[in-house]
């Protein structure tokens, strides 16, 4: 974050917060609508795509093919899907 002042642990809490309290998809879009970019978001819906069809057992060719997606976007993806927070893993796993 070159330039950019880095958030505070606090400000991390609140955002997270931000994301976990709405029940209603509705709101979560509106959120997020508001805090990033249409691509921010299209990127972000790209690689939780990218991650369900690396668990599905899918090619980093077949992914391309149908996402889109760089293979340094899938490779990014497998990382963390493989060796991550857990984040992507939690989201297949209660879909």
Do not use: W
Request: glycine content about 6%; some cysteine; charged content about 30%.
């Amino acid at each position: 974050m070159t330039g950019t002042k880095r958030a505070s642990d606090a400000e991390l809490q609140r955002l997270y917060q931000a994301f976990a309290e709405p029940r209603d998809p509705k709101q979560v879009e509106a959120l997020m609508e508001d805090l990033c970019t249409i691509r921010e978001v299209h990127e972000m819906a790209q690689r939780l795509t990218v991650a369900f069809m690396l668990d599905d057992g899918e090619s980093y060719a077949t992914i391309e093919k149908k996402t889109g997606a760089s293979a340094t976007t899938i490779a990014r993806v497998s990382k963390c899907l493989n060796h991550g927070a857990g984040g992507y893993r939690a989201v297949i796993d209660r879909t």
